[in-house]
């Protein structure tokens, strides 16, 4: 039977926070220990008093959250950092991990991780499902890679973050830590693992056609006009207001979304920055001749999100519950702003007294029913696990 445990804390010597963490769970049987820190600590430190507790072959993966994580005790922040940690404990339960910095081509080194992953496992088969986390820049190409080793299994996830978007994150996997690249986690399991997946939006009738693209992630012309342009022209705004980063901040209640072939996913694209051009820098892969629609959602409805995926990924179990991994976007946070007790309470009246760890990214992973796996952004990547 699978059992999950959340442990936090705020000390601020990051190796003690580290042991602290570890001593909470008392996780000594765990299969896998998913870590999540702040940026302002010194994450090999944080590793070091994990295994200090643990023991050296202790397996442990995860990344830098911003600003904050939530479990049962709260919304847990500090100035000088914070550390919060999930075990998975099962005696039938196998997890094999594997990681690796940016080196070359990432679709490749996909691949090259999702090998070592199987053989880390020590079985020669496909995972039942898998965690990914990876720097938010090329994570559908480190996808690609995984899939090209393992087909289409369900996974979950998201990227590693920082408090200011500048690069300041980390990704942990076993005793390595790096800024960019890939990690995952391959989990053999015959228990239930549920994603719901979604930004929870309102399509509008703002609607285009994307005619060009590029680098993969700046989005040049909507409909053969400047995007930028195009973009306050729906909203009725001046494009000039949305140059450099006013623009990730203004388009946090309405972003932009595309569908998946089936219609079963929308998934949001985030306008990050607003360029000289009128070009617009977006937070994940966009494609030339796809259709692309202006999202909305008002703060009352992002706190209320929370609980209403939550309800609908329950009703998806066949067995109970042991516990819940949320990855909910960093921006989405910050539009929320000084309201996000508000989500506490709307977790909370959802879970009961399941553990639970919420982490904040700036990128988002998971999939619906008969979709493939995407990648997107201000989105809820909500998932459970069954006992």
């Known amino acids: 039977m699978l059992k999950t445990n959340v442990s936090t804390s705020v000390l601020p010597s990051a190796y003690d926070a580290g042991v602290e963490v570890a001593q909470k769970l008392n996780a000594k049987e765990s299969k896998v220990n998913f870590l999540f820190t702040s940026c302002v600590m010194n994450q090999n430190d944080v590793v070091s008093g994990v295994k200090s507790v643990l023991g050296e072959n202790a397996k442990i993966i995860g990344c830098t959250s911003s600003g904050a994580i939530m479990t049962q005790e709260g919304l847990i922040d500090s100035p000088d950092g914070?550390?919060?940690m999930m075990s998975f404990t099962d005696e039938n339960l196998t997890v094999g991990i594997a990681c690796s910095p940016k080196k070359g081509d990432a679709r490749e080194l996909g691949k090259k991780i999702a090998k070592q992953a199987v053989l880390d496992a020590g079985l020669n088969k496909v995972p039942s499902y898998f965690y990914m986390v990876a720097s938010p820049k090329e994570e559908e190409f480190y996808l690609k890679g995984i899939e090209d080793v393992i087909g289409t299994v369900p996974f979950f996830g998201g990227s590693a973050a920082d408090n200011t978007v500048e690069g300041n994150w980390?990704?942990?996997?076993?005793?390595?830590?790096f800024s960019d690249g890939c990690a995952v986690a391959f989990f053999y399991d015959n228990n239930e693992c549920v994603t719901e997946y979604t930004g929870a939006f309102h399509e509008t009738e703002d609607v285009g056609i994307i005619t060009k693209v590029k680098d993969n992630r700046c989005l040049v012309e909507i409909d053969g006009t400047p995007a930028l342009k195009k973009y306050a022209e729906w909203r009725n705004l001046d494009p000039n207001t949305l140059m450099g980063q006013n623009l990730l901040s203004a388009t946090i209640v309405s972003p932009l979304g595309v569908k998946d072939i089936l219609g079963n996913v929308t998934a949001i694209r985030h306008p990050m920055v607003g360029n000289a051009d009128f070009t617009m820098n977006i937070g994940n892969n966009l494609e030339v001749n796809t259709a692309v629609i202006r999202m909305s959602a008002t703060v009352d409805e992002l706190i209320k999100s929370n609980?209403?995926?939550?309800?609908?990924l329950n009703t998806k179990f066949k067995k109970d519950i042991a516990g819940y991994f949320l990855v909910?976007?960093?921006?989405?946070?910050?539009?929320?702003?000084d309201r996000f007790n508000e989500v506490y309470d709307e977790v909370k009246s959802v879970v009961g007294d399941k553990p639970f760890i919420m982490i904040y990214t700036f990128g988002e992973y998971g999939y619906a029913d008969h979709s493939a796996n995407t990648c997107g952004g201000l989105m809820l990547s909500f998932t459970g696990f069954s006992e």
């Not at 609980?307 to 609908?312: I, P």
């Not at 909910?328 to 702003?337: T, V």
């Open 82 to 84: 914070f550390a919060g």
């Open 170 to 177: 980390s990704i942990i996997c076993g005793d390595k830590v």
């Open 307 to 312: 609980s209403e995926t939550l309800k609908k």
């Open 328 to 337: 909910h976007c960093g921006g989405r946070k910050l539009g929320i702003g």
